[in-house]
């Protein structure tokens, strides 16, 4: 029997002394006058995101709200997984894991998984109740540290052990975008009967035929053209994350700057005003995470570890996901969603949901778009 310990989170007064200390001393520098956030992520915001750091950010309250659920730790194939364990109401809640993405963590479920597991007590339905997992991934946030870097499938093995051999489910719906789309992805490609159907909110994996017809073929210059200014953060972490990361672990201003970029460039925000789709404590609260588990390093591993995996191709014989797959198409996000026939190639889509607004963070942009898709697919599983 594996064991299963319980983890509460509980950082040193030493080391948010010392993180406050270093990004109040940070030597600013300049930036073109022109800037805005096309070069990267803007200098003024950065100082009025730290001076809020500095000033007025209670980490002690953030980890309140992270330790009000159950958490837990337990070794799966040898690694020590962090995993949040909210028990659904009713008498059959359905299983279900939701793994997050970078630059995320598991702060993007914080209120999401009070919903998805007690949904009576948010004027729902119990009979949509799910018993809900949620890891950090391995060598992000509480988890611990693979050897070498992991992808995303040799992370799907991870979870799949996590829920049918320590938590014994004997099926489970997979939730994710990011990162968590590609592990869901791999779960249900897999990992089934175990895994019995995935819930993805962006698209990571590309047929080895490549686009087939003028739509697909107009989708993938699109995608090429929208991705020449992200590519930059993606090619260093998959080619050489271990450069990158000494100068990262010594500055949580430098942490905070590289996550920031993406919470802008990648949510539904109006314009570039980034609290239109998140607070300055949810940002903090995320990056901290990062921070106080000394793990910016590890967590761009995975980067390493996809593309050894093969990249982006799911299968080169064609192969697909067969168990019943569910998309949920958010209008900003960051990977442009493929045409629903070329995605019907390699997944078993029973649902598809195209979403009035919401980007790449849905579970923190848009949670009620997201849950209700989520519910709705579960209903036709129940």
């Known amino acids: 029997m594996t064991s299963i310990q319980p983890f509460h989170i509980n950082v040193p007064d030493e080391t948010l002394d010392h993180i ?14 022109d800037g805005g956030w096309a070069y990267g992520a803007n200098l003024d915001y950065m100082k009025e995101l730290c001076a809020y750091w500095v000033d007025e950010f209670d980490w002690r309250e953030q980890e309140a709200a992270i330790n009000r659920f159950s958490h837990f730790k337990a070794p799966v194939d040898g690694i020590d997984i962090h995993f949040i364990h909210e028990k659904g109401s009713g008498p059959a809640p359905m299983p279900l894991i939701l793994s997050h993405g970078w630059p995320g963590t598991v702060v993007e ?78 779960l249900g490609f897999e990992h089934a009967p175990g895994c019995k159907a995935i819930h993805i909110n962006m698209m990571s994996m590309h047929h080895p035929d490549g686009p087939q017809n003028p739509d697909e073929k107009a989708w993938a210059e699109r995608f090429a053209r929208e991705q020449v200014m992200e590519d930059g953060y993606r090619t260093q972490q998959a080619t050489k994350p271990q450069t990158l990361s000494y100068a990262m672990m010594d500055s949580p201003v430098g942490i905070a700057a590289w996550l920031i970029e993406k919470f802008n460039s990648w949510s539904d925000t109006d314009g570039d ?10 940002l903090l ?34 192969k697909r996901v067969e168990v019943p797959t569910a998309c949920a198409l958010f209008p900003a996000e960051l990977l442009a969603w493929p045409p629903r026939p070329y995605v019907e190639r390699m997944f078993n889509v029973e649902r598809w949901t195209e979403m009035p607004r919401g980007g790449h963070f849905a579970a923190l942009e848009v949670p009620d778009l997201l849950l209700d898709d989520i519910r709705a697919f579960a209903r036709t599983l129940r």
Do not use: C
């Open 20 to 33: 406050r200390a270093r990004v109040a001393d940070y030597p600013w520098h300049e930036m073109p006058v």
């Open 285 to 318: 609260t995320n990056i901290m995470v990062y921070i106080v588990t000394r793990t910016f390093n590890t967590a761009s591993w995975i980067y390493y570890g996809r593309r050894e995996e093969g990249g982006r191709v799911l299968s080169n014989e064609g």
């Open 273 to 282: 005003d980034i609290e239109s789709a998140h607070s300055k404590d949810m």
């Open 109 to 186: 479920f914080l209120d999401f998984i009070g919903p998805l597991a007690h949904p009576e007590r948010f004027g729902g339905n119990v009979e949509d109740a799910f018993d809900v997992v949620a890891p950090s991934l391995p060598g992000f946030g509480f988890s611990g540290s693979p050897p070498r870097p992991y992808g995303p499938r040799k992370i799907a093995g991870v979870f799949s052990s996590l829920m049918t051999d320590v938590l014994r489910y004997n099926g489970y719906l997979a939730q994710g975008g990011d990162w968590g789309a590609a592990i869901s992805t791999w």
